[in-house]
């Protein structure tokens, strides 16, 4: 077996993996909404670390306009992720 992640020994791998394949669907589906959740408020918070004065909204649409794209950015929300930033 090819290791997936080349920093992880593969005899740990192999636990890992065998304790997904243990896991049920549901389980799996919560596992990725968190690490979702998780990644969602990381971005959250670096956007409000750089950007002290904005509010709710503003922070919202720089978070969204970091992984939607430009174009739709500009058509749904009227904003413009290259005029304003990220």
């Known amino acids: 077996m090819k290791t997936q992640s080349p920093d992880t020994h593969p005899d740990i791998e192999k636990i890992q993996i065998?304790?997904?394949r243990r896991m049920s669907a549901a389980?799996?589906?919560r596992i990725v909404g968190d690490l979702n959740r998780?990644?969602?408020n990381l971005i959250l918070a670096?956007?409000?670390r750089r950007h002290p004065d904005?509010?709710?909204?503003e922070v919202r649409?720089?978070?969204a306009s970091r992984w939607l794209?430009?174009?739709l950015m500009r058509k749904a929300f009227g904003w413009n992720p290259d005029e304003k930033g990220y």
Not at 54 to 57: G, L, T
């Open 46 to 48: 670096e956007v409000r």
């Open 27 to 29: 389980e799996k589906l």
């Open 61 to 63: 649409l720089r978070a």
């Open 18 to 20: 065998e304790g997904y």
């Open 54 to 57: 904005a509010d709710e909204e």
């Open 69 to 71: 794209p430009a174009e």
């Open 38 to 40: 998780f990644a969602v």
